[in-house]
């Protein structure tokens, strides 16, 4: 079965602080995307990753194709940041289209 | 601004009733993604157009349809509505054809409200 898992679900943190949000899938896929979702329901995206790593910013993103992992990490995280992230997937397999994890809930207090 | 937008942003209407929503993509996109995202559900694909014709097919109802017309824009077309169909949904646009290589740009969204 196609599957995407997140972890952690909610994510709390001081001003100042480096974070890290996993995503996990579970066969082989072409492409992943992080995306924000902003406390007002909007979307952005994020990055589009097959392999490596892709920085913007203060935000990094890293895929490692072998174990089916990739994380978003926040360098000097700020209250700004405080959104839900969500990482999505395209499988190899399966009809041409995204298929979302359940999102991380980042809160960083001042 | 993501470029892509959609009309109306809120929608509040009775069970049976029918209702279009509306997405306008970002100029020079080819690709229109249908998007809904309830509480329980999280975000899940509906369908896709490229460039007028259906590309993509995703866990979009019977209930449901979807067009785009040769301008790009693209109208979601609800019917017979449950109290379940209560979600948010979203248009995105892309260049090219599929999930692949394209950033997707999401639109506001539309707030769909059942009573």
Same mark, same amino acid.
């Given at each position: 079965?196609?599957?995407?898992?997140?972890?952690?679900?909610?994510?709390?943190?001081?001003?100042?602080?480096?974070?890290?949000?996993?995503?996990?899938?579970?066969?082989?896929?072409?492409?992943?995307? +992080?995306?924000?979702? $902003?406390?007002?329901?909007?979307?952005?995206?994020?990055?589009?990753?097959?392999?490596?790593?892709?920085? $913007?910013?203060?935000? !990094?993103?890293?895929?490692?194709?072998?174990?089916? $992992?990739?994380?978003? $990490? !926040?360098?000097?995280?700020?209250?700004?940041?405080?959104?839900?992230?969500?990482?999505?997937?395209?499988? +190899?397999?399966?009809?041409?289209?995204?298929?979302?994890?359940?999102?991380?809930?980042?809160?960083?207090?001042? | 601004?993501?470029?892509? @937008?959609? =009309? /109306?942003?809120?929608?509040?209407?009775?069970?049976?009733?029918?209702?279009?929503?509306?997405?306008? /993509?970002? #100029?020079?996109?080819?690709?229109?993604?249908?998007?809904?995202?309830?509480?329980?559900?999280?975000?899940?694909?509906?369908?896709?157009?490229?460039?007028?014709?259906?590309?993509?097919?995703?866990?979009?109802?019977?209930?449901?349809?979807?067009?785009? *017309? &040769?301008?790009?824009?693209?109208?979601?077309?609800? #019917?017979?509505?449950?109290?379940?169909?209560?979600?948010?949904?979203?248009?995105?646009?892309?260049?090219?054809?599929? &999930?692949? =290589?394209? @950033?997707?740009? *999401?639109?506001?969204? =539309?707030?769909?409200?059942?009573?």
């Amino acid at each position: 079965k196609n599957e995407v898992e997140q972890s952690p679900q909610n994510l709390t943190a001081q001003e100042g602080e480096f974070i890290t949000i996993n995503c996990s899938y579970s066969v082989g896929i072409s492409a992943l995307h +992080w995306l924000q979702q $902003h406390p007002g329901g909007g979307i952005v995206s994020l990055f589009m990753l097959s392999s490596g790593k892709k920085k $913007h910013g203060r935000l !990094i993103a890293t895929i490692n194709i072998q174990e089916k $992992h990739s994380s978003l $990490h !926040i360098t000097a995280s700020h209250p700004r940041d405080s959104a839900v992230y969500i990482c999505a997937v395209r499988f +190899w397999q399966g009809a041409q289209k995204l298929v979302f994890g359940q999102g991380t809930r980042l809160t960083i207090n001042p | 601004d993501s470029g892509v @937008t959609q =009309t /109306p942003k809120h929608l509040i209407t009775a069970t049976g009733q029918r209702v279009t929503l509306r997405c306008s /993509p970002r #100029s020079g996109d080819l690709s229109v993604y249908w998007y809904q995202q309830s509480l329980d559900q999280g975000l899940q694909f509906l369908i896709q157009y490229y460039n007028g014709e259906e590309r993509a097919k995703g866990n979009i109802l019977e209930r449901f349809s979807a067009q785009q *017309f &040769p301008d790009l824009h693209s109208e979601l077309n609800l #019917s017979s509505l449950e109290l379940g169909d209560s979600a948010l949904y979203f248009c995105a646009s892309s260049v090219g054809p599929g &999930p692949n =290589t394209d @950033t997707q740009y *999401f639109g506001p969204g =539309t707030r769909l409200t059942v009573l």
